[in-house]
C-alpha cells in the first residue's frame, strides 16, 4: 500500500479496469465501484470512483475489518492495528481530524494530491479503516 493505491487497486485506473481483476467484482447498482477478493467476515476492500459509470476513475481505495495486523502495510509498517502513537511517530507532519464516526489521521502530501487516511473507531486503540485516496475527505459509504 501506498498513496496511489493497495495491491492492484490503483488510483486514477477504471473501475471496470479493477473490477475484471481476478477476484473483484461490481453489481447492480452500485456501478462505480469494484469490491475486492477479501470483501466478508467483517473484511473489505473497494475501489471507487465518484462518478457512477464505472469507466470513471478510481478516486478512493478503502479497506478495513479483519485482525489488528493483517491487510496491507505502507513501507513504514502502518495500517490495520496501528495507534495514533505509531501514525505521528512516523509522521509526526500528519495531519488529524474526525468524520463519520471515525477519528483519522491522513498521512502523505495534502488534497488533492493523494494521501492516506488512517482512521479510528470510537473507543478503538487502532486503526480499522485504512483510505488511499485524492480527496480530501472520507467516504461515509460506498453501497450500502
Not at 477478493?37 to 464505472?54: E, F
Not at 494530491?113 to 472520507?138: H, P, Q
Request: include cysteine; proline fraction near 7%.
Amino acid at each position: 500500500m501506498d498513496a496511489q493505491g493497495v495491491g492492484p487497486a490503483r488510483l486514477g485506473d477504471a473501475v471496470e479496469t479493477i473490477g475484471a481483476l481476478d477476484g473483484w467484482s461490481i453489481t447492480d447498482p452500485c456501478t462505480w465501484a469494484a469490491f475486492g477478493p477479501w470483501t466478508g467476515d467483517g473484511r473489505w476492500i473497494v475501489a471507487a470512483s465518484s462518478s457512477d459509470d464505472p469507466s470513471g476513475a478510481v478516486q478512493t481505495v478503502d479497506f478495513g475489518g479483519g485482525d489488528a495486523g493483517s491487510g496491507p502495510r505502507t513501507p513504514d509498517g502502518l495500517g490495520l492495528g496501528s495507534t495514533r502513537a505509531e501514525i505521528l511517530a512516523a509522521h509526526p507532519e500528519a495531519t488529524e481530524g474526525d468524520s463519520n464516526g471515525y477519528a483519522w489521521i491522513r498521512v502523505g502530501q495534502p488534497a488533492p494530491a493523494a494521501g492516506i487516511y488512517l482512521s479510528i473507531r470510537g473507543d478503538s486503540t487502532g486503526v480499522s479503516r485504512v483510505t488511499v485516496t485524492s480527496e480530501n475527505r472520507l467516504s461515509p459509504e460506498f453501497c450500502g
